[in-house]
């Protein structure tokens, strides 16, 4: 039997579209190890699905200065070492690397005991951890197809984003029913990422009597983000992070506010459903979500608001014109027909 050896996360987008791989490699009869952080996201989501896993210590690289830079280095020098013994035990026949900060010391190990690695880059231009992990790497899967260029020559295969396929099988009624809202009012959905987003989750509070007029407004407000006492708002219901349950929560949901998180939209397009997009300012970021953002805008799938613009009056505003527009955008996805990534990723991993 063929071992896999998966890795990535500190966001869920990092752990998402392993998890939509875990059907086809389990019918392809792979056996799945997953090497993770000790307290990241990754580890609940992982060992929820019964998969092996085994963590290691991660530092956070930054492109910045800060006191942490030093005490992180010690533990990314300690992860490298603790990856590449695990390697040597586990002898995978491939690693599959979905990005994040504790991926770099896993690809690096495997590099060590030659073992081959895929890396699955998300966004348009690749992040710090890709970007030291892609020189290793054999093949370099990417959503977008103009990330091709960034990633090394003859590296580079657009592959899409893997989905989980339990997404597409959404019922509007169980998401009704979780989260007791009526069929005869439209549903509003905010997703902030798998992190939440604080200053999305403010400007929707300050606009829910309003907005409450005409849509019921489900919350995906992030981990310590609850608003307690909105909790009995009727038509208002309130989640931190949403596992089972969210595909009926997508089927629900008529408009989305959310992050340009790489993973959220493509999941978005590939569901087709209209969306307003604020993404993470550049201040806040390397700017990711800004390119991704601009190219889904671009395309005419997405309705796109600069965070330094975002104010409750233009953030109501976009939310009852993406609503008047909806057609407009879910005809723009339709003609896309983007579905999932994971057959186009899976013929990679075929190859080893
Ligand atoms: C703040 C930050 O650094 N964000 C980055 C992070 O996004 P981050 O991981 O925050 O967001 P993404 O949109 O990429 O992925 C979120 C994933 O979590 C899932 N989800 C979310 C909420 C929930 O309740 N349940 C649930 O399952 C979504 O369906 C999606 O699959 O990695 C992305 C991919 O490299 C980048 O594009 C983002 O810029």
């Known amino acids: 039997m063929k071992r896999i050896v998966l890795t990535g996360g500190g966001t869920a987008g990092h752990v998402t579209p392993n998890l939509a791989l875990l059907p086809a490699l389990k019918a392809d009869g792979w056996e799945i190890v997953y090497i993770g952080s000790e307290t990241g996201i990754e580890k609940k989501l992982i060992e929820a699905e019964g998969i092996p896993y085994y963590s290691i210590p991660t530092g956070k690289l930054r492109r910045y200065l800060s006191r942490q830079n030093i005490s992180d280095m010690f533990k990314v020098v300690k ?58 790497a054999r093949t370099v899967c990417t959503t977008f197809p103009e990330t091709v260029k960034y990633v090394g020559k003859g590296k580079g295969v657009h592959t899409g984003t893997p989905i989980r396929a339990e997404l597409f ?39 829910l009597p309003h907005l409450l007029e005409e849509f019921q407004v489900v919350h995906l407000c992030g981990k310590g983000h609850l608003d307690q006492e909105k909790a009995d708002w009727p038509g208002y219901r309130q989640f931190e ?39 993470l300012s550049a201040k806040a970021s390397r700017g990711d979500q800004i390119l991704n953002a601009r190219s889904f805008e671009k395309q005419g799938f997405s309705m796109v608001l600069p965070e330094e613009d975002m104010t409750p009056e233009t953030m109501e505003q976009s939310v009852r014109q993406l609503y008047a527009d909806r057609e407009k955008y879910i005809r723009a996805m339709e003609q896309a027909g983007q579905t999932s990534g994971v057959e186009a990723v899976m013929a990679q991993i075929r190859k080893f």
């Open 241 to 279: 992070y949403v596992s089972d349950g969210l595909a009926d929560l997508f089927a629900m949901a008529d408009v989305l506010i959310s992050r340009a998180g790489s993973n959220s939209i493509s999941e978005f397009l590939a569901l087709k459903k209209p969306h307003l997009l604020i993404p």
């Open 169 to 207: 099988r959404g019922s509007r009624e169980k998401g009704l029913e979780l989260c007791q809202f009526t069929a005869d009012k439209p549903v509003l959905m905010l997703m902030g990422g798998s992190l939440g987003a604080v200053k999305l989750n403010d400007c929707l509070r300050e606009i």
């Open 79 to 136: 992860g490298v070492k603790e990856a590449g013994k695990l390697l040597k035990e586990l002898k995978p026949d491939l690693v599959f690397s979905k990005g994040g900060f504790v991926a770099v010391p896993v690809v690096l190990g495997a590099k060590k005991n030659k073992i081959p690695v895929i890396v699955h880059e998300s966004d348009i231009t690749p992040g710090l951890a890709n970007k030291i992990a892609a020189p290793f």
